[in-house]
């Protein structure tokens, strides 16, 4: 079974940095993607940036420039270092594997249980 388990959220001031952690766990015969997600109290999840297999990055708009995504194969890790945070980054975090073969043939996606961001002004 894959099992995603984010780690390094907390609380924070305007301006600080927090570095979120995803380890993942369980045979992955493939995958197309991870990323990171969030979703602040009353709206709905978005995505804040994704590291596909080959290495190509992707990051919300509103992100650009202070989030980095990364991932470390060896250690089965995903990363994302945060920069310059706002208060509108408060979120719950989330870990997304997207596309993973999970069986030879079988696909689906997995998310972690979340992480809490917090950042006060």
């Known amino acids: 079974q894959v099992q995603l388990v984010e780690s390094g959220g907390g609380l924070v001031q305007a301006g600080g940095s927090l570095r979120l952690s995803c380890a993942t766990s369980g045979t992955i015969f493939g995958y197309n993607a991870m990323g990171w997600y969030r979703q602040a109290p009353g709206n709905q999840r978005e995505l804040v940036a994704t590291?596909?297999?080959?290495?190509?990055?992707n990051y919300a708009d509103s992100v650009k420039g202070r989030f980095t995504i990364s991932r470390d194969h060896v250690k089965n890790m995903v990363y994302l270092q945060m920069n310059n945070l706002k208060p509108e980054d408060t979120a719950v975090y989330y870990c997304?594997?997207?596309?993973?073969?999970?069986?030879?043939?079988?696909?689906?996606?997995?998310w972690g249980q979340g992480t809490q961001v917090t950042v006060s002004s």
């Open positions: 997304n594997a997207d596309r993973v073969m999970y069986t030879p043939g079988l696909t689906r996606d997995f």
């Open positions: 590291i596909t297999r080959g290495g190509s990055t």
